[in-house]
């Protein structure tokens, strides 16, 4: 709820010590380390855990795994995804988007896929890493002042060495300036050694090196930090970057006076000290190069950085595989803005797969030798060739005009969901719940027999119940205690008349609700129609609770004034229950509502007699459930990914309380819960959708209240259009209805 607040105390600082407590053989991983966060129901939205997790929490946190000699980095979420068909679990919701470096949406926009880009790309072309040994951290032996601590790495086989420095109050904002005292093969330093100072921005974390090795030249220290470094043929390329107006200073073992061949130098000064070349500058936003010896050292600001990638050439073939060191040392180096995907050589032709958002200057910086035409996606590019010998074009970006229809002008058709509100409604073939005991070892029976939807093979979606009694007359009300898991809803009818609902809270995933209707007569018939929404299975996050055991479905009811015996229940989920119907899209998918057992949510339903009403304006007429379906035919540019969203109304934009399903060419890829969101807007990937054709969309809308619902807008909308070099996505061969025996 408050992105920008890091609490005091959550960085941890004895990790190192642990891991020679725990395992001091073993190299130290870390695995599921955080990448992001899940939101609940009625949260404060995915996207603010993306900016409380953001790049800045990554400088500060991954770094100072590193400094502990983490070896091994494994992050949760790297791309989180979604919730469709039921896949969650109660602590969140559609999306699993987890405010991860990669959207829900495949989008990389998100500052922190860049920085973890970053330092990836060091930690891959430092070896020497690997066997650094981790010290105590201090805030007097390495800095100037104490406001900032510095954790040595130091070389057990070679003189490469790491220090990870970071304000000592980890949540810091202030920008503290400082000089480095650094042990190197010539001795003890102080730096920067000729202008100025260094400076740590709030809420980052720099890895500086001493005695870095970039294929035998020594770089003696560097305080702007590594991005990569590259051996081509005879020549030898080392990026470093720093932010923005940041001083930085490079000292290279050489005897050689390097020269700026590449940006401007008027504030640069270059200085030879003894057996080695010194470097200082201010960072700015122009690509500086500067050549020592068979050295190109590229100077970049952070966010120049972020547009630079390293795709490893395969030495035979068009995809690299998995990383090896020989694909390592092939790799060349591309700017090229939002995405480089892959690299590859057929013959004398160079290829680079990659995407576009906006118009982009490529430049390719080693290009092998052989190769002497571009190729972008496919096609040939014209090319120039620099001094520096690096590769230049430009790919032109002009938006695609996208098409879409208004949902809202579709013709709809429309059938109620819960026929069980008739009186004539036959639940004759219904699964009768009379297990006298139940398999579930956490909730004992309250009920003369197991209401539990599992005990009879019913674990996703909604849960349909009907209760039959003779009335004597007495009876005033009844209470259901009824668990779904957090942000669950339920409604309750006596013979087709609403007596009530509950409509959820974010937090309870169980709830005890007492609902009274008028007298009844004796000697009558009646019969209860319970709905309640499953949000999944528990997950065990505290050992020994056993949270997933936690039944769904109706767990306890007290008939005022009668036995609790004299109710007869049945029940419906999914049909089929464990032997599901829709073998395709798996279990989980679709739950117990009558069109959802009848699979008309699936593609070409028989829809000929069904009336037309549109979800958007018409909607439902008291509490109850409608089902609303409608097609329409997509035409996507080829050569284009656009990411495309169904959004719906914001949280407790209308008057009345609904939930809604949404499925998508058969695939559920949507809860939506009116007064509890935060999700208001689901992505539905292509191959899912079908960019090229027809398409059915499927809206279960659930009123709660007496008064109806309707959703008012639902909306099919792009945010963003990428000319890619990705290829054609297949369509999900997904099998359209066909009438299902035994569902009623």
Not at 27 to 34: D, N, S, T
Not at 91 to 108: K, L, Q, V
Not at 242 to 247: D, K, L, Q, S, V
Not at 537 to 551: E, M, R
Request: proline share 6%; charged share 20%.
């Amino acid at each position: 709820a408050n992105p920008d607040f890091w609490p005091p105390g959550f960085l941890p600082t004895h990790w190192r010590q642990l891991h020679l407590i725990q395992s001091p053989t073993t190299p130290y991983a870390l695995v599921e380390f955080q990448a992001g966060a899940y939101d609940p129901w009625g949260g404060a939205g995915l996207d603010k855990c993306a900016r409380l997790l953001n790049h800045e929490f990554q400088r500060v946190f991954y770094k100072n795994n590193f400094s502990f000699g983490n070896v091994f980095l494994n992050l949760y979420m790297t791309f989180g995804g979604t919730n469709w068909g039921n896949l969650g679990h109660p602590g969140g919701y559609t999306s699993y988007d987890y405010g991860a470096p990669i959207s829900e949406d495949r989008n990389i926009t998100r500052e922190k896929y860049s920085e973890l880009k970053l330092i990836g790309n060091f930690m891959k072309v430092s070896p020497s890493f690997m066997n650094a040994v981790p010290g105590h951290w201090s805030i007097s032996k390495f800095t100037t002042t104490p406001a900032l601590t510095v954790t040595p790495l130091i070389g057990r086989l070679s003189d490469s060495s790491f220090f990870v420095l970071r304000h000592s109050e980890y949540s810091s904002k202030a920008s503290t300036n400082y000089k480095l005292k650094l042990p190197t093969s010539v001795g003890r330093l102080t730096i920067p050694q000729l202008n100025g100072t260094l400076t740590l921005n709030g809420r980052d974390s720099k890895i500086h090196v001493t005695d870095y090795d970039v294929a035998g030249t020594n770089i003696l220290y560097s305080t702007a930090e590594i991005f990569t470094w590259k051996k081509f043929g005879d020549r030898k390329v080392l990026v470093v970057y720093g932010g923005e107006n940041e001083r930085h200073e490079l000292a290279v073992s050489t005897s050689s006076m390097p020269s700026v061949v590449e940006g401007p130098s008027h504030d640069m000064t270059i200085k030879k000290v003894d057996d080695y070349v010194v470097l200082n500058w201010e960072t700015m936003r122009e690509l500086r190069i500067v050549d020592i010896d068979d050295l190109s050292i590229f100077i970049l600001d952070r966010n120049s950085a972020y547009n630079y990638w390293v795709p490893e050439v395969p030495r035979s073939g068009e995809t690299p595989g998995f990383s090896t060191f020989e694909n390592t040392a092939s790799s060349i180096i591309v700017k090229a803005g939002y995405l480089v995907r892959t690299a590859f050589v057929r013959g004398s032709e160079l290829h680079i797969t990659a995407d576009f958002n906006t118009t982009t200057p490529i430049e390719v910086i080693g290009a092998p030798k052989k190769t002497r035409t571009l190729h972008i996606n496919g096609e040939k590019v014209r090319h120039k060739v620099d001094d520096n010998g690096i590769w230049a074009t430009s790919i032109e970006y002009v938006a695609p005009k996208i098409d879409l229809p208004d949902l809202e002008s579709l013709e709809w058709k429309y059938i109620d969901s819960l026929p069980e509100l008739q009186g004539d409604y036959d639940d004759s073939s219904w699964t009768v719940a009379d297990h006298k005991k139940t398999n579930n070892t956490l909730r004992p029976l309250t009920t003369p027999t197991s209401l539990h939807a599992s005990d009879y093979g019913y674990h996703t979606g909604y849960l349909v119940y009907r209760g039959h009694f003779v009335a004597s007359g007495i009876e005033t009300g009844i209470s259901f205690e009824t668990q779904g898991g957090f942000g669950f809803g339920n409604s309750a009818w006596l013979n087709g008349s609403h007596i009530g609902s509950w409509k959820g809270k974010g937090y309870l995933g169980s709830s005890t609700n007492i609902y009274s209707f008028p007298k009844l007569k004796a000697g009558e018939k009646y019969v209860f129609t319970v709905l309640v929404d499953n949000m999944g299975l528990g997950q065990n996050y505290v050992i020994g609770a056993d949270s997933t055991k936690n039944p769904r479905g109706i767990q306890h009811y007290e008939l005022f004034g009668r036995l609790q015996s004299r109710i007869t229940w049945k029940l419906a989920g999914n049909l089929g229950g464990e032997d599901y119907q829709d073998r395709f899209r798996g279990p989980l998918n679709e739950g117990g509502l009558y069109i959802e057992r009848q699979g008309w949510h699936q593609p070409n339903p028989p829809t000929k007699s069904w009336k037309s009403a549109s979800p958007i304006t018409d909607g439902v007429e008291g509490a109850g459930v409608g089902f609303f379906t409608t097609e329409f035919n997509l035409n996507i540019p080829r050569g284009w990914d656009v990411p495309l969203y169904f959004t719906f109304p914001g949280i407790n934009a209308s008057p009345s309380t609904y939930r809604v399903q949404l499925y998508v060419n058969g695939f559920q890829f949507g809860k939506y819960v009116s007064n509890l969101g935060p999700q208001t807007s689901f992505p539905v990937p292509q191959g899912i959708l079908n960019y090229q054709g027809k398409n059915t969309v499927g809206i279960t809308l659930w009123a709660l209240d007496g008064k109806g619902a309707k959703l008012g807008r639902l909306v099919l909308e792009y945010r963003e259009a990428v000319r890619t070099g990705m290829r054609d996505v297949t369509l999900v061969d997904a099998p359209a209805w066909k009438n299902r025996e035994g569902a009623c």
